[in-house]
């Protein structure tokens, strides 16, 4: 197969396999993979209950980027993280704050007491139901974006032979029933379809490079054939597209005389 532009074809690959990542900094594919804005602003209803509260968890903190970014915070403010090459960047981050940065695994109960939290929020990051609702006050609230299980699965259709979905069944409406189940009320729910653009393969190979889960077992090694055949594509019609999949729950939970 001829490659368009050999040269660029390499320098780009290259680039992104050494490109650095921390935390859950996507800056470097500003301008290289372009997403449209989900309809709600996750920052913007996180920071209008944060106003109103004693006390906040940030689920899968990150970096902490997301939470700092939300100061001035409650007094008593804590973030989790299970990522091991997060935990010190997140407390660098995040302890001239205040915040204390609980190291977990995933599968772990969380390390608070019943009823601890007026305001739990989390972007992206997974959750067991009944552990949010046992450290939320009563009356307290969930604020979670989550990423849907056929999130950018063009990628997957484009690279995999054997196309697969195994999130298939993770979306709104099957974490609204974890969410009834476990004893709280949704006060509001709203999902999107975000076309994002992919306007180079070096974008392509960060991003899949990042997100391991979403073609498991790539390497531009490995898939070297198909990126050459994507990266001809992309500088034909300047661009790859695939569609982002977000929802947004608030939900809260009910009060003791409720």
């Not at 921390?22 to 997403?35: A, H, I, K, T």
């Not at 602003?41 to 903190?61: C, F, K, P, R």
């Not at 997957?156 to 099957?174: C, H, I, R, T, V």
């Amino acid at each position: 197969m001829e490659i368009i532009n050999p040269k660029r074809f390499r320098e780009l690959v290259k680039e992104a396999q050494e490109a650095a990542f921390s935390g859950w900094d996507f800056r470097w594919l500003d301008e290289r993979m372009v997403q449209e804005d989900t309809p709600w602003d996750y920052l913007e209803l996180a920071m209008e209950h944060i106003s109103e509260v004693q006390s906040l968890l940030d689920m899968g903190t990150g970096g902490g980027e997301i939470l700092a970014s939300l100061a001035p915070l409650p007094l008593d403010t804590h973030a989790t993280e299970a990522y091991p090459p997060n935990h010190q960047l997140a407390r660098e981050r995040l302890a001239p704050l205040g915040v204390e940065v609980h190291d977990i695994e995933e599968s772990d109960p969380l390390p608070f007491t019943d009823s601890h939290f007026d305001l739990v929020i989390n972007r992206h990051d997974s959750f067991d139901p009944k552990e949010l609702h046992r450290v939320l006050k009563p009356g307290g609230i969930f604020i979670t974006q989550q990423v849907g299980g056929l999130n950018n699965l063009e990628l997957n259709q484009y690279f995999e032979k054997n196309f697969s979905a195994p999130f298939m069944d993770w979306g709104l409406a099957p974490t609204l029933t974890s969410l009834y189940e476990s004893g709280l009320d949704v006060i509001r729910a709203d999902k999107a379809a975000l076309r994002t653009t992919f306007k180079d393969i070096g974008a392509v190979v960060y991003y899949l490079k990042v997100i391991t889960w979403q073609v498991v077992g790539f390497t531009p090694e490995a898939f070297q054939e198909r990126l050459a055949e994507l990266h001809n594509i992309i500088e034909r019609q300047g661009e790859f597209i695939s569609i982002a999949h977000r929802f947004l729950i608030i939900a809260q939970k009910k009060t003791e005389n409720t």
